[in-house]
């Protein structure tokens, strides 16, 4: 039973320049939600997707973006790239819209923004 | 809004010495409480949750935490560490009014030593 993954790995950008990252719920999940971890922080809530639609957000600017397919993977995109922008990026599955009963969290993409 | 606060950056023990690493939430309601580790590189791994019922959980790994609603706190504890267990911790708490994110604290960082 395949957990949550994500592509890829480690990314390297430079300012200015748009980035989407990608996330495969663990089997069986329909709810996708990304955070961001800076380094040395916890991780912060961006926006969680449900039925291929944005349910929640966080504070985050219109840069960030996101999409569900119907197979419930999900793209996170950012566009207009900072130097802050770099960080660890997570994506947490779980079931039927709510993700806190249990929320699986994937390996992250780690971001580098020079 | 909610917040957590997990005021010890590092902690260092020694193998086989107890451990607790302290968590304190402000929620408007009960809240849904939870701890993770991270190991480097690595995602979230969920320890333990608390929703409801008894105050002390257990959780995987030999950890337990117990929730005291009067000091608002969510102390996480192993009685004999182990050097496996050097990682980070992270306190969360959900949700909040508008739907089902989570807030994590800052972490704690736990070193082992032989």
């Known amino acids: 039973d395949a957990g949550v993954t994500q592509s890829p790995t480690h990314l390297i950008k430079t300012r200015g320049q748009q980035v989407t990252l990608r996330c495969s719920p663990k089997?069986?999940?329909?709810?996708v939600s990304w955070y961001q971890q800076a380094l040395g922080q916890g991780p912060q809530f961006i926006f969680q997707?449900?039925?291929?639609?944005?349910?929640q957000r966080g504070n985050f600017p219109d840069r960030f973006s996101g999409h569900q397919f119907p197979n419930y993977s999900s793209e996170l995109n950012v566009n207009a790239l900072l130097l802050g922008d770099s960080a660890l990026y997570l994506c947490?599955?779980?079931?039927?819209?709510?993700?806190?009963?249990?929320?699986?969290f994937g390996p992250g993409t780690r971001l580098t923004v020079l | 809004a909610q917040s957590v606060t997990q005021p010890d950056i590092h902690i260092t023990v020694s193998e086989g010495a107890s451990l607790e690493l302290r968590c304190n939430y402000s929620?408007?309601?009960?809240?849904?409480l939870f701890w993770y580790v991270q190991s480097p590189g690595q995602g979230l791994q969920l320890l333990l949750k608390?929703?409801?019922?008894?105050?002390l959980v257990q959780g995987i790994k030999g950890f337990e935490a117990e929730f005291k609603r009067s000091q608002s706190s969510f102390n996480l504890r192993k009685p004999s560490v182990h050097w496996s267990d050097a990682a980070e911790y992270f306190c969360?708490?959900?949700?909040?009014?508008?739907?089902?994110?989570?807030?994590f604290g800052g972490g704690t960082r736990l070193m082992v030593k032989p």
């Open positions: 947490a599955s779980s079931l039927g819209g709510r993700a806190v009963g249990e929320q699986f």
């Open positions: 089997s069986g999940h329909d709810t």
């Open positions: 997707y449900y039925e291929e639609e944005e349910r």
């Open positions: 929620y408007g309601a009960t809240p849904y």
């Open positions: 608390y929703f409801s019922g008894d105050t």
């Open positions: 969360a708490v959900g949700p909040n009014n508008a739907g089902n994110m989570l807030t």
